[in-house]
């Protein structure tokens, strides 16, 4: 991939990660007392993001790489 390409794909990653932990912020508060489904359902958009983390983490090691001094 060039840099262009990591970068745009950097931001749509990093996007989705926002929206992510909106929804489950959003989930959260709406499962107050409610089923467990519902708790089922945030753990597996944690999962998810905790992998977008992951992902942007290797994009951003890729773009930027550490300079031993």
């Known amino acids: 991939m060039t ?3 990591l970068r745009k794909n950097l931001e749509l990653l ?3 990660h ?3 932990d909106a929804a489950i912020a959003a ?11 519902d ?6 958009l944690k999962k998810r ?3 977008l983390k ?3 983490a ?10 031993i001094a």
């Open 54 to 56: 992951d992902q942007i």
């Open 39 to 44: 708790m089922l359902q945030i753990a597996r």
């Open 27 to 37: 989930l959260t508060e709406a499962a107050r007392g409610t089923q467990s489904a």
């Open 49 to 51: 993001k905790l992998r």
């Open 14 to 16: 990093k996007t989705e």
């Open 18 to 20: 926002r929206d992510l």
């Open 3 to 5: 840099e262009q390409e």
């Open 58 to 67: 290797i994009i951003e090691d890729t773009l930027l790489p550490d300079i």
